[in-house]
């Protein structure tokens, strides 16, 4: 597609439901980027692959934030036993090439969760 | 802890005034700077980089000041189109990810 896409847009999950969110990023972009975002915050890196390589995940909040990108493309976010404080839009960015200090990452619309 | 900081706002401001607000970053290894636009319940997008010698992007003028660790965005002649949240994006040196690290940002509302 022309841009990320992010799906579901809208999640509401009972508080200990498993949700999975997924991300299919701009055709070719090598690089890929989750964030929460909570109301009236700005984005918190999550995690990053290149390609397939999940390089850095220290931004996940806890051992209930899981993710993998197993073909290098399409990625998905799932988060176990949920929380009310989970509640955010996850957003998903993708960017080509890696490294350099300018390039442009390119958000999708992202997923809302509430947890309930 | 790396920090980018913002004053939240909001900067409510009538119609074709200038305005500017400030960011700062505690990390002076930074790297590269930028202004993101995002409007409400929507994604972030990249408004402009920031460089060192200061750019100019039409009615946007963007500022780093490495001396005291802040950039700055201003904004000539405000349309209400312009009303939204512009977050202060740094990336610093070494920072792994690739990624980014965004300020809480600030909201700005243009009044008719």
């Known amino acids: 597609g022309a841009g990320v896409s992010q799906s579901p847009r809208y999640k509401v999950a009972k508080r200990g439901q498993d949700v999975a969110l997924r991300c299919d990023p701009i055709s070719g972009h090598v690089s890929l980027f989750w964030y929460q975002q909570a109301l009236g915050q700005g984005p918190e890196f999550l995690t990053y692959?290149?390609?397939?390589?999940?390089?850095?995940k220290s931004g996940l909040p806890s051992d209930r934030f899981f993710a993998e990108r197993p073909e290098g493309s399409v990625s998905t976010l799932k988060i176990q036993r949920t929380q009310q404080e989970d509640s955010a839009v996850y957003l998903c960015?993708?960017?080509?090439?890696?490294?350099?200090?300018?390039?442009?990452?390119?958000f999708g619309e992202g997923s809302w969760l509430t947890v309930v | 802890r790396k920090e980018v900081e913002q004053d939240p706002g909001p900067f409510n401001v009538p119609e074709g005034a200038t305005v500017a607000f400030n960011c700062t970053y505690s990390n002076s290894a930074s790297q590269s700077f930028f202004w993101y636009r995002q409007d409400c319940r929507k994604e972030p997008k990249l408004l402009m980089s920031?460089?060192?010698s200061g750019n100019e992007d039409g009615r946007f003028t963007a500022q780093l000041n490495r001396a005291s660790q802040y950039i700055s965005l201003l904004i000539r002649d405000s349309k209400l189109s312009d009303s939204a949240t512009y977050l202060c994006?740094?990336?610093?040196?070494?920072?792994?990810?690739?990624?980014?690290?965004f300020g809480k940002g600030t909201h700005l509302i243009i009044q008719p």
């Open positions: 920031v460089y060192s």
């Open positions: 960015a993708s960017s080509f090439p890696t490294g350099g200090t300018g390039n442009t990452i390119y």
């Open positions: 994006v740094v990336k610093w040196v070494g920072g792994g990810a690739d990624g980014l690290t």
């Open positions: 692959f290149q390609n397939e390589a999940q390089l850095d």
